[in-house]
């Protein structure tokens, strides 16, 4: 079947701007996974959706991010006012149960590289 | 906190070397434990994990055991491959349900 699915796979933006970035889980997943992956900080965690609803932002680098999830699939990663340093691969990723229930994997899309200039 | 560490790469191999890439990590309890893969140009994908002390995760001839008394879960394989080259990413899932990521080792294998 189809697997995680984000776009758009590239995109490039001017220091300032918004952008918003559009992950599609696997059907029937119940979970939703941000995470960043850049160069200096590695693979960092960002933001786990339940269905619709966030149990934990913690991992959110700074009020200029938000994301949402609407239906309990599709999820947008919205960064407002894009600066320098958050130029990174963000992934997206997906899994079929609960955090806590087995088995549990999550499942990774293939990113979306934001560049800011 | 919870923290991952992963030797540093890159680890270059000639074609049926054996392979290892260390990982040991800090928790707090017993965190389920994983290996994530990443080819050139694609996603992670999953490799192997492991849910409990002393279980063993296998996949594609690749093993890794979950050492409580080391906090260790080392990645080995037999005979590596020139199809192997790739960045290995250890994991652990901590009491948030957060994957918390080694830094990563490249693995470059040579024919």
Known sequence: GAGVSQSPSNKVTEKGKDVELRCDPISGHTALYWYRQSLGQGLEFLIYFQGNSAPDKSGLPSDRFSAERTGGSVSTLTIQRTQQEDSAVYLCASSLVPPGLAPYEQYFGPGTRLTVT | ?111
């Open chain 2, 1 to 111: 906190g919870n923290s991952v560490t992963q030797m540093e790469g890159p680890v270059t191999l000639s074609e049926e070397a054996f392979l290892t890439i260390n990982c040991t990590y800090t928790a707090t309890g017993y965190p389920s434990l994983f290996w994530y893969v990443q080819y050139p140009g694609e996603g992670l994908q999953l490799l192997l994990k492991a849910t409990k002390a002393d279980d063993k995760g296998s996949n594609k001839g690749f093993e890794a055991t979950y050492r409580k008394e080391t906090t260790s879960f080392h990645l080995e394989k037999g005979s590596v491959q020139v199809s192997d080259s790739a960045v290995y990413f250890c994991a652990l899932l901590n009491s948030n349900y957060q994957l918390i990521w080694g830094a990563g080792t490249k693995l470059i294998i040579k024919p």
